[in-house]
């Protein structure tokens, strides 16, 4: 059982490039989120999509759009790369907004 | 508003030494305590939960947590620290319950001498 997958695992982008991060999962839950990761940061919500159909902003959502593409898969998209947008970068779903969250291995995002 | 404070962003322990990593809150409402532990270039694993149920939580890999409410506190023990505990260790607050009401602290290294 894979859990949640995100692809790329490392991505290197110059300063205004575009990319999409990949995130699928094969638990069958409702809820899928991106985080970003930042050194003495914690975790921080980008956007999240409580079903399949809807996306709500969480505590950073500028310079990002999502896609729930289905029920599997959630897409996050960098239009215009900045090097703020360096980070670490988890997806993570849950079977209800209740319930606990499982995480993805990663995308590590270097924007020089 | 929710926030968590994790009190040392480095701790250093003996192998087959106690652990103990702490952990503070303040939430609004009655609130669900996560720990997740995140091992070297992998994701975050969740290793115990609490949901009122229960103040003493046990976790996996004989981890364990006990929530004070008049502390706010829910700090992470194990009695014998081993080499493969070795890793970041995060505590999070939901008010909500689940995953979209999360607020991470900023994580303790957890570094084990042998």
């Known amino acids: 059982n894979a859990g949640v997958t995100q692809t790329p695992k490392f991505q290197v982008l110059k300063t205004g490039q575009s990319m999409t991060l990949q995130c699928a999962q094969d638990?069958?839950?409702?809820?899928m989120y991106w985080y970003r990761q930042d050194p003495g940061m914690g975790l921080r919500l980008i956007y999240y999509?409580?079903?399949?159909?809807?996306?709500d902003k969480g505590e950073v959502p500028n310079g990002y759009n999502v896609s729930r593409l289905n029920k599997r898969e959630f897409s996050l998209r960098l239009e215009s790369a900045a090097p703020s947008q360096t980070s670490v970068y988890f997806c993570a779903s849950s079977e209800a907004r209740t319930t606990e969250a499982f995480f993805g291995q990663g995308t590590r995002l270097t924007v020089v | 508003a929710q926030s968590v404070t994790q009190l040392g962003s480095h701790v250093s322990v003996s192998e087959g030494a106690l652990v103990l990593l702490r952990c503070n809150y303040s939430?609004?409402?009655?609130?669900?305590l996560f720990w997740y532990v995140q091992y070297p270039n992998q994701g975050l694993q969740l290793l115990l939960k609490?949901?009122?149920?229960?103040?003493l939580v046990k976790g996996i890999n004989d981890f364990e947590a006990e929530f004070k409410k008049s502390e706010t506190s829910f700090h992470l023990t194990k009695p014998s620290a081993h080499m493969s505990d070795a890793a970041e260790y995060f505590c999070?607050?939901?008010?909500?319950?689940?995953?979209?009401?999360?607020?991470f602290g900023k994580g303790t290294h957890l570094i084990i001498q042998p």
């Open positions: 939430s609004s409402v009655p609130p669900y």
């Open positions: 638990m069958n839950h409702n809820s």
């Open positions: 999509s409580a079903s399949e159909g809807t996306t």
């Open positions: 999070a607050v939901s008010e909500r319950g689940g995953a979209d009401g999360l607020t």
């Open positions: 609490y949901t009122s149920a229960a103040t």
